[in-house]
């Protein structure tokens, strides 16, 4: 049973939109910004009005040294009045981690397809699922606030079967939901959905879901990052995953785009009459940290070029 | 009246893309490919299934000189089995040149607003409309067979007025298909629009229009343009303007993304279910014509870095 004051965080009538960034952003660069330049990231997003980040992941820091500094970015967080932090947390040793830390939602991996689960996540969908019950167990036990997230990875295609069943989505988002997440997110994590395979998804997540709001998370790997975001709002998605800059890559596809563009993605919102909060153009001039702190990396994004519209009330009211 | 075999080019039961990068894309440029390398673009582009294309303006050479071999691609363009090429004429001058070449289709200019028709096409919209009845009889007189087209410029959104009220652009529409437009199109000229905006005035179009297509040509100034496609798509357009690597800039935003990026645009069609006929690998290829010849202008687009999914039935059939 979701605690009514846990899900304040995701409230169903507005759009939220989730910097991701820290996390997804930076799983595959090869280098990444100094702690004191993230906690700067994180803080001046703060000051732009952003209230919603995952921090990075509770991840062997031999393996994935870009996430070593997340106790610190943890605490930073927690200096920051009404941040939401969430952390992956993808074994129950993260978990532990993460319900010891003072952050406010957990996220769970389940991948869409089998194969994909087998492959790449290391267990069956069944045994993913199963760690999500673990993990509201765990959370009921030891730190009954922080919000249970379960993420469906490959949700709208998968870079090892192809074509993803919706219904099977929708079955796997309900096991999430009774395992005990608070809310469920699906992925485009390739980047392979157009507009119509996000709308159908998100119609049969609003069926299922009802009143409390579920998280698309999308990648502009195919230049439908944008057109999809869209088709969610417009299809009863409200909370919406972005990174600044578009940081991400995708594994399947080397040199491709990455995470809808943050910024471009508060833009849409606001355009399409969806009060975010957020200010754009303090959030464009923050990309200079990562211009700065990862050179090499390709910056994407509209918006950080052309500002929105200056004569025209683009925002939503 | 139009006659039926004009617009055979273009049939309302599929979509139609068209490249406008020889023209729109080189409207801002400082270099430009040579006429050898503008043939060989036009001729892959041809080979690639692309069928539509505008081709240049007839200008004055020594104010435009990125159009003066326009008569050299228009014989090149006769030479390319079912080619239709359109150039665009602002003046009499221009139709007259226009009439006795080669050429399918004239492109006339109207502003949406009388503000933006001043500043700078220089005369009123009704002098504007006047135009597009004298490009009528002219053509009736001189070449029946060539189609007469009126673009709608800040039909979205205005550089100097801002909102644009989409009522005022549809009776500016059925003006102009009164002096005798064989088609209307609605540009966004600046990029201001949102899905919602572009839904709406396409609801607007396809009511005025009825059987008869109508064009929209989006610029992706502020990251939607994608997303704007796929509104335009969803409500009832056909006829869809693209650039190659998004070549054309905004005259507004220095150094902002110029049109739809064209290979994402086929990619976005057939992935909502329209066949384009268009093969999205040989056209990618042919941006190594723009690489080589305009190096400094900056090529956008997410289907040259990734591909399409290569494991997933992403065409339409």
Known sequence: MTRPDRMAAYPADRVTLREVGLRD????????????????????????GVRHFELGSFLPA????????????????????????AVL???????????ASSISEVVCVVSATEAHSLANIRRSRADSVALV?????MRDAQAPDVLVNAGIAMA?????????????????????????????????????????????LCDGMTRLCGEKPFIVHLHDTRGTGIANAAAALDHGARVLDGAL??????????????N????????????????????????TGIRR???????????????????????LDWRAH
């Open 25 to 48: 952003g930076l799983q595959m660069v090869k280098s990444w910004p100094s702690t004191a330049a993230k906690i700067d990231w994180l803080t001046r997003e703060h000051g732009a």
């Open 62 to 85: 031999a393996r994935f040294p870009q996430f070593a500094d997340l106790p610190a970015l943890i605490d930073a967080a927690g200096t920051l009045p009404g941040l939401h932090a």
């Open 89 to 99: 947390t993808l074994n129950e040793r993260a978990m532990d981690a993460a319900f």
């Open 133 to 137: 019950r673990r993990a509201a167990d």
């Open 156 to 200: 709208l295609g998968c870079s090892i079967t192809g074509a993803v069943d919706p219904s099977e989505v929708l079955r796997l988002a309900e096991s999430c939901l009774d395992a005990g997440a608070d809310i469920v997110g699906i992925a485009d994590t390739v980047g392979y959905a157009g507009p119509r395979e996000v709308a159908t």
């Open 245 to 258: 800059a578009g940081l991400g890559g995708c594994p399947f596809a080397p040199g491709a785009t990455g």
């Open 260 to 283: 809808v563009v943050f910024e471009d993605l508060v833009y849409l919102s606001e355009r399409m009459g969806f009060t975010t909060g957020i200010d754009i153009a303090a959030l």
């Open 289 to 311: 940290i990562l211009e700065t702190e990862i050179p090499d990396e390709t910056l994407y994004g509209a918006l950080a070029r052309s500002g929105p519209p200056s004569n």
